[in-house]
């Protein structure tokens, strides 16, 4: 950098002067700088809308799918009873009594001062399961304290079985339990120590079993599960039962019309929140001046064409009739300040009395919402997304040219320093001329007058 002497000799604020002379020199780049900054919150808020777009469009094509209007509801008219759907569940009803729940094997030993009766070889051995299904295991606690024998069944992952130290006035008890129900895999038996006669048994394993249609007294209408869950008796139904009934329990699925109403209003919602993105953006504001006089601001997005399109594009694929009907019918409507409103009174009402009609109605929405959101916010061929990467990369060119200035304007200031520097360097040696030239002539006046 150049060294400025600032005015020492001229009397002149050389550093004011310079600084003035770039600041109108950098006003090229100021307004470079301003541009890119401005296209950097533009891109800000394309990136937001697009976010926008994209959820908007993931709902859009859940709902024009037929599989996401296959859902159903079970009710019971026993509190005990819960009932699920799954895949593949149609309308249908069952009646039927809990005769017994599924349990697991309980049992609990004698009175113990430790563990050493129950072990063989140091070992605690048994097995779980029955028939083929069953498997063997072994612990070798650390020591022959109860404790340390329950922290070593406890251990086992895979066992299925929970120990218990249990302390009475009489002596320690040690209480297995199976952790799986059922009669084959809720079972298990001990091979260490005394084996099984050094247990009681508090509860056998077995079976869940219900009876279908109680009141015909038909054969064959006991179903077992070997949990309180059954999911083989109806297809895409899973009954799950929690005590034995006294009286018969009704269960009936039927569609789910609150889940079907909610993907309506979560498809109106999110377009919604596109058209007030779109909207708040592009909203214009009126303030004034010192003078009083009006300033117009418009949004960013105030003179944008794309986003202009995304609301005509989005507002005709939702409001253009299917099939000859409005939207109206299944309580879709566009409100005067420009947002959609969903009557899901109206849609049930709709959806009861022509579930597939109302159907196809939305699904026909969805993919027409579905098909403009992937024309904008598709990750490779989207307008908007390649919108973003247009003024990205005009970020970037506004960079280039800014770095170029810099390197101008630095030039500059050094010529500008060098110049005063120069001047002043002048205007010193013109003065000490003049000092030493009226030193001359002041000698020459003085022999003179002698």
Do not use: C
Not at 77 to 104: I, N, Y
Not at 187 to 202: K, L, N, R, W, Y
Not at 235 to 255: C, F, L, Q, W, Y
């Amino acid at each position: 950098m150049s060294m400025s002497i600032g005015g020492i000799v001229s009397g002149l604020n050389t550093d004011e002067i310079i600084e003035s002379l770039m600041k109108i020199e950098s006003i090229p780049k100021n307004h470079i700088a301003t541009k890119k900054a401005s296209t950097e919150t533009f891109i800000s808020a394309l990136k937001a809308l697009n976010v926008k777009l994209g959820s908007m469009t993931e709902q859009a094509g859940k709902v024009a799918k037929g599989a996401s209007f296959d859902v159903w509801r079970g009710n019971s008219t026993d509190p005990s009873v819960t009932v699920t759907t799954a895949e593949g569940a149609t309308a249908s009803t069952l009646e039927f009594s809990v005769d017994k729940l599924a349990t697991g094997k309980s049992t609990l030993s004698g009175a113990l001062s430790d563990a050493g009766t129950l072990l063989t070889d140091g070992e605690f051995t048994f097995t779980t399961g029955t028939g083929g299904e069953m498997k063997s295991f072994a612990v070798t606690p650390e020591s022959e304290s109860l404790e340390d024998l329950a922290s070593s069944i406890n251990g086992l992952r895979d066992a299925g079985i929970k120990a218990t130290v249990i302390r009475t006035e009489v002596g320690q008890r040690l209480q297995l339990t199976s952790t799986t129900t059922g009669t084959n895999e809720g079972t298990f038996a001990i091979s260490s120590g005394s084996g099984e006669s050094g247990f009681q048994t508090m509860r056998q394993a077995a079976d869940a079993q219900i009876t279908l249609w109680p009141s015909l007294g038909l054969d064959g209408t006991q179903v077992t599960s070997a949990s309180n869950t059954f999911s083989n008796v109806v297809k895409g139904v899973n009954i799950t039962v929690s005590k034995v009934t006294d009286e018969a329990v009704a269960v009936d699925v039927n569609r789910d019309t609150a889940a079907v109403t909610k993907l309506g209003t979560d498809l109106v919602s999110q377009v919604n929140q596109v058209l007030s993105e779109i909207a708040s953006r592009s909203s214009v504001t009126t303030s004034t001046d010192k003078d009083g006089n009006p300033i117009t601001t418009g949004g960013i997005f105030t003179s944008d064409s794309t986003t202009r399109s995304i609301v005509t594009g989005l507002t005709e694929a939702v409001m253009h009739p299917v099939g000859g009907k409005s939207p109206a019918t299944i309580g879709i409507s566009l409100g005067n300040d420009g947002q959609l409103t969903f009557d899901a009174e109206k849609f049930a009402k709709a959806w009861e009395s022509d579930p597939a009609g109302t159907q196809a109605f939305l699904s026909e929405l969805g993919s027409r919402i579905e098909n403009v959101g992937n024309s904008y916010s598709d990750t490779y061929e989207g307008s908007l997304t390649l919108r973003v990467q247009s003024q990205q990369a005009l970020v970037t060119e506004y960079g280039k040219q800014i770095e170029q200035w810099d390197i101008r304007l630095e030039q500059r200031r050094a010529n500008l320093v060098a110049t005063y520097t120069a001047m002043e360097v002048a205007l010193s040696s013109l003065q000490n001329q003049g000092s030493s030239l009226s030193g001359a002539l002041l000698s020459l006046s003085g022999n003179s007058a002698k």
